[in-house]
């Protein structure tokens, strides 16, 4: 029988426990716990890390796991690479669950960058009103350039700024294309920095930098090992051998 490990943290993560759950397929769920109130989940769920290799193959012998399913964020890379390694060692089959890249349109204006000291040096000299979509754990570094205001958004609250030195926005995606264009109108917005994390659900912020005629500093996913990578839900489901709801509906 199978008993999967769903490394998770992403939309298509949630979507794929649905799918697990609909279909009866045992799973378990996994949250970094980065994240103060995570997305409720259908199936069981645990927070926090493993402990490193050896932590996360006891777990894999302890719940018996047959599968396992890293659909963590493109730039959660040491879970990743820790899954790999895991897997390998267990004998384990391994499928990333992961989200396209991002790619430039007609009128954008992105500059790609291989990490966050890149970006930091991307910002111009100049004072510039800043669009910093990086997660609250990476601010620190940027607020030494003092000339530039910052906008934030996060997920959780507790993160404030020195007065004067920008603004925190507390909400959860997805976010609208109205939604950003009315936000970054709202402060002014010059710049934006952010992650080459993929997807629809905050995807707005770049087209709006399109509209808007911002900048935008692209921070380039990180390179990780080979392993077996499937874009759709459905095609995870198929890699376990599970028929989707709706392709079982039309006798797919």
């Known amino acids: 029988m199978r008993r999967v490990l769903l490394l998770g943290g992403t939309t298509e993560a949630s979507q794929l426990a649905q799918a697990l759950a609909t279909a009866g397929v045992p799973a378990v769920f996994s949250y970094a716990g980065r994240t103060h109130a995570p997305v409720a989940q259908p199936l069981p769920t645990r ?19 047959t599968h396992v399913i890293d659909a963590t964020h493109p730039f959660a890379a040491q879970m990743s690479r820790h899954a790999v ?70 997920v959780d ?12 926005v507390i909400d959860r995606g997805p976010f609208t294309l109205d939604h950003d264009l009315a936000l970054m109108k709202r402060h002014r917005i010059t710049h934006v920095v952010a992650k080459n994390a993929g997807g629809q659900g905050s995807r707005a912020k770049l087209d709006a930098a399109r509209q808007l005629g911002c900048t935008v500093i692209l921070i ?20 376990l051998g599970v028929q989707a709801a709706h392709e079982a509906e039309r006798g797919v």
């Not at 800043?130 to 601010?139: D, E, K, M, T």
């Not at 990780?224 to 489901?237: G, K, M, N, Y």
């Open 157 to 168: 609250p507790g993160l404030t700024l020195p007065e004067g030195r920008g603004a925190v």
């Open 85 to 154: 390694q895991a897997c390998a060692e267990m004998a384990l089959p391994l499928l990333a669950l992961e989200r396209p890249a991002w790619q430039a349109q007609a009128g954008d204006k992105w500059q790609h960058t291989a990490d966050m000291a890149g970006a930091l040096a991307a910002l111009p000299e100049r004072a510039a009103r800043v669009f910093l979509a990086i997660g609250r754990q990476h601010v620190a570094p940027f607020l030494d350039e003092t000339q530039h205001w910052y906008l934030l958004r996060l």
């Open 47 to 65: 927070v926090g890390g493993f402990g490193g290799v050896a932590g996360l193959c006891d777990c894999l012998q302890a719940e018996a796991v």
């Open 220 to 239: 380039d996913r990180p390179q990780l090992p080979e392993r077996p990578t499937v874009s759709t839900v459905e095609d995870a489901l198929r890699w």
